[in-house]
T-cell receptor, first 112, second 108 residues
């Protein structure tokens, strides 16, 4: 069965631009969560969606937003990109919240 | 202040050795997760625990809820076990906190 698919795998953007990342969960999984990983801060939780509703949000500015569609696919958007947004963005899906997560391979975003 | 503390930060072992990685947390949790990250970034969820002990192959994870402590053990370590091991806790509201990871290198 297909795993969690994140697109694109790599992305280079300029400061001030915005970016949209996509995550397709495992078929049947309804919970999708997003994480940012940087060398300085490690892994940090961004937000979690379940049945198109945001259930929880980490400590990130409002420039970071997301949504989930009726087919459980999720997107996250970062507006007005800053150099510090350069990171590996990971998403994970699970059947239900806190049920056991499968991670995607991530999108590596570089802001120049 | 880190809600999740891992030790050691770095660990080098000879092939075949028994390895223990420790994780302590300071918040009330609904579950604790052990993750494995190989170079290149891919993360694999190894265990999700809310009590007791779980075993999968050569990997064993234990948790003591009263002491707010978990351990990940690797028996008969192998070079392919070389990776970063990350402890994460999920709170009642599905908020996650992560440890800084333990970088394990197993030498043949």
């Amino acid at each position: 069965k297909a795993g969690v698919t994140q697109t694109p795998r790599y992305l280079i953007k300029t400061r001030g631009q915005q970016v949209t990342l996509s995550c397709s969960p495992i078929s049947g999984h309804r919970s999708v969560s997003w994480y940012q990983q940087t060398p300085g801060q490690g892994l940090q939780f961004l937000f979690e969606y379940f049945s198109e509703t945001q259930r929880n949000k980490g400590n990130f500015p409002g420039r970071f937003s997301g949504r989930q569609f009726s087919n459980s696919r999720s997107e996250m958007n970062v507006s007005t990109l800053e150099l510090g947004d350069s990171a590996l963005y990971l998403c994970a899906s699970s059947l239900l919240p806190n049920y056991g997560y499968t991670f995607g391979s991530g999108t590596r975003l570089t802001v120049v | 202040k880190n809600e999740v503390e891992q030790s050691p930060q770095n660990l080098t072992a000879q092939e075949g050795e028994f390895i223990t990685i420790n994780c302590s947390y300071s918040v009330g949790i609904s579950a604790l997760h052990w993750l494995q990250q190989h170079p290149g970034g891919g993360i694999v969820s190894l265990f999700m625990l809310s009590s007791g002990k779980k075993k999968h192959g050569r990997l064993i994870a234990t948790i003591n809820i009263q002491e707010k402590h978990s351990s990940l053990h690797i028996t008969a370590s192998h070079p392919r076990d070389s990776a970063v091991y990350i402890c994460a806790v999920s709170l009642m509201g599905n908020q996650f906190y992560f440890g800084t990871g333990t970088s394990l290198t197993v030498i043949p």
